[in-house]
């Protein structure tokens, strides 16, 4: 059993930056892919980025490369997405989910544990 916590959204201005952290109980956190999905108002659930285990592998959507990071700090059992350059489109919740079985997948239903979510919204 894996329990997540997400930290770290909040209200930014459209360019600005935010942080997001993923904090895992349990000592498996390290044998886990982590990814990070978020869900607008209205719209489905929607990929935004995965690391596999060691973080060699590290997978995004298109909307954000180049301006989001995925990273993992398996000694601290933390993910983090470091979100630069955002805008209003961004807004929504975003969630973290643990995935045994993957190394980095974009599909929401092959992952087992999921936070409870929080919310970024992005001024314009």
């Known amino acids: 059993q894996v329990q997540l916590v997400e930290s770290g959204g909040g209200l930014v201005q459209a360019g600005g930056s935010l942080r997001l952290s993923c904090a895992a109980s349990?000592?498996?956190?390290?044998?886990?892919?982590m990814g990070w999905f978020r869900q607008a108002p209205g719209k489905e659930r929607e990929f935004v980025a995965a690391?596999?285990?060691?973080?060699?592998?590290?997978n995004y959507e298109e909307s954000v490369k180049g301006r989001f990071t995925i990273s993992r700090d398996n000694a601290k059992n933390t993910a983090y997405l470091q979100m630069n350059s955002l805008k209003p489109e961004d807004t929504a919740v975003y969630y973290c989910?643990?995935?045994?079985w993957g190394t980095g997948r974009s599909n929401g239903d092959e992952y087992e544990y999921w936070g409870q979510g929080t919310q970024v919204t992005v001024s314009g």
């Open positions: 349990g000592r498996t956190f390290s044998t886990y892919a």
């Open positions: 690391i596999s285990v060691g973080g060699g592998i590290r």
């Open positions: 989910a643990a995935d045994g």
